[in-house]
């Protein structure tokens, strides 16, 4: 009997490896002489490149650089950010959220006019200087609505206003744009291959757009979401001057506050969902192959997990090879039911009767053992 674990981290308690060893270590205590191949997922957001690293031969590094308020001005400090390091391939796996990421301001701080993707430009700029030729970002989590201006800006591009002098940081400075200067982007640029891991098909402007959909969990005021939406409608007209043509109603553009619409425009990048961009480099799909059964999880399974998260892509996968997909979760949320219509055969939550979430998080492994282990038992009753 072949058992595929691909779980997403649990958030605050687990990573996927970590989740993935509690759950075969459930299954080998009633199935000693099953096959369990471990592949950790993600989706693109926070714990991708933790999961990438733990199933392939890569290596973590580091790099200091600017934070998402930069290294000027109230709260401002440089942070240590890590990316990961496929040698073999050369590619670059680069979490925005790691430089240019929400959880790396307090409430107090956050502040979407000003906050800037610079030091994400600053990650690229060291993968490129490792010799990337591969570059994949993922862009959740960002604090950021400046549509990528900053990450241009410590890659050579140059923003300037009606007297030519430099734009500040931070997408509200955008609606001063007079000029775009490209003669000093880093010309390596070109031979690079970059992709977007994003969920959101969000467009640049608008209702739906990066400054409405995103911009107040950001720290925008109505007004200010009014005044970011228009800055970035201006940023998008001097592009589609600069680059002969317009990307800023790209399904994706409006990602990361913009983010998207600058890897899209200046970077040439492709678009996909995350969780396909993980799957292909732990190599899934493979997995997968003649398996009897796949287990997968994250921490609350809910009808929010319809939007690319990790169990619902990785049963649209397994649904192609016909194999059954069953979830592990740390809750059942509402609507988690829907999900039996998209390839998930069932779903249990992994608490055994009524404790904190503290407690809850504090004993993730056992709880996630315990569960295997019944499931494990079901299963094999099931087989005879």
Known sequence: ??????????????????????????????????????????????????????????????NQVSGPLGQSG???????????????TRTAIIEMAMASGLQLLSLEQRDATVTSTFGTGEL?????????????LAIGGSATNDAGTGMLSALG???????????????????QLARIDLTGLDPRLTSVQFEVAADVNNPLCGVQGASHIFGPQKGASPEQVLALDAA???????????????????????????????????????????VEVVADLTGLAEALDNADLVITGEGRFDAQTLRGKTPFGVARMAQRKNVPVIVLAGTLGEGYADLYAH?????????????????????????LHDRARDLARVWALAAR
């Open 343 to 367: 390839g998930i055969s069932a779903a249990f939550a992994v608490t055994s009767g009524p404790m904190t979430l503290e407690f809850a998080c504090a004993n993730a492994a056992t709880l």
């Open 124 to 136: 690229i700029k060291a993968a490129l200087d490792a010799g990337a030729e591969r570059v994949i």
């Open 74 to 88: 109230q709260g401002a400090q440089p942070v240590q950010a890590q990316w990961g390091w496929l040698a073999e």
């Open 1 to 62: 009997m072949k058992i595929v674990i691909a779980p997403d981290s649990f958030k605050d308690s687990l990573s996927a490896q970590s989740v993935a060893h509690a759950i075969a270590a459930g299954l080998r205590d009633v199935c000693p002489d099953a096959q369990l191949v471990e592949c950790p997922m993600a989706d693109g957001g926070e714990g991708t490149i933790e999961a990438v690293l733990a199933a392939c031969d890569g290596e973590w590094m580091s």
């Open 232 to 274: 970035l409608g201006h940023f998008a007209e001097h592009s589609a001057q600069a680059l002969g043509r317009d990307d800023s109603e790209y399904p994706g553009s409006g990602a990361a506050g913009g983010m998207g619409f600058a890897a899209k425009a200046y970077l040439n990048a492709s678009f996909r969902p995350g």
């Open 157 to 175: 591009a140059r923003f300037l206003d009606g007297d030519d002098r430099p734009l500040a940081p931070g997408g509200l400075a955008l609606a």
